[in-house]
């Protein structure tokens, strides 16, 4: 797939299953997120991946913030179900530190481009991903199950797999509509 055209066609693929990506193609998908623009080096990311038992174990982590939240017995039913949407999650943490010359927000945005690089990847790969974040992303009681300190933030849970159907390309956006020239 030239790239001219992965850029343009990009779009989510919300349903998904196996396989997933093999040890070979997840490498990909992790090394393209690497090189996104990194201000200062400082990696602001991690990547938490969540396959097999682990996705079982993500569910466990949901269903916990969602009981500690008090939410009613619906809501604790989709979060155990959410993780199996794709047979492979990748929970992007912004990893934030204080720096002189590059602002939280900038550090934030790595990880959203590292995100984006990762969803790039997997469908120059002939995959599916979607990237979701929600109210988990933002659970305190996920954080810390997950081991995150105060200062990192979840920017999306990466949903990778193969989809189960082929989507229609949704029409292109002009970029021009969006641009304001000075």
């Given at each position: ?57 993500l569910a466990e982590i949901f269903v916990s913030a969602a009981k ?59 995959l599916g991903a979607v990237w979701r974040s929600g109210d988990f ?36 956006k002009e970029g021009r509509q969006f641009a304001r020239f000075l």
């Amino acid at each position: 797939m030239k790239a001219s055209e992965l850029l343009l066609t990009r779009q989510s693929s919300p349903r998904l299953t196996t396989p997933a990506p093999t040890t070979e193609q997840l490498d990909f998908i992790l090394n393209a997120a690497a090189r996104v623009p990194d201000h200062g080096g400082l990696t602001p990311w991690e990547f938490i991946i969540a396959q097999d038992d682990g996705l079982t174990r993500l569910a466990e982590i949901f269903v916990s913030a969602a009981k500690k939240s008090q939410a009613d017995e619906a809501l604790i039913e989709k979060a155990e179900k959410m993780p199996f949407r794709a047979p492979l999650v990748i929970t992007v943490v912004a990893k934030t530190q204080t720096h002189s010359k590059v602002p939280i927000i900038e550090q934030h945005i790595a990880a959203g481009c590292a995100t984006m690089a990762m969803q790039q990847a997997v469908f120059s790969l002939g995959l599916g991903a979607v990237w979701r974040s929600g109210d988990f992303a933002f659970d305190r009681n996920v954080h810390q199950d997950l081991g995150l300190h105060d200062n990192d933030q979840i920017v999306g849970f990466l949903y990778i797999g193969t989809p189960t159907v082929t989507a229609p390309i949704k029409s292109l956006k002009e970029g021009r509509q969006f641009a304001r020239f000075l």
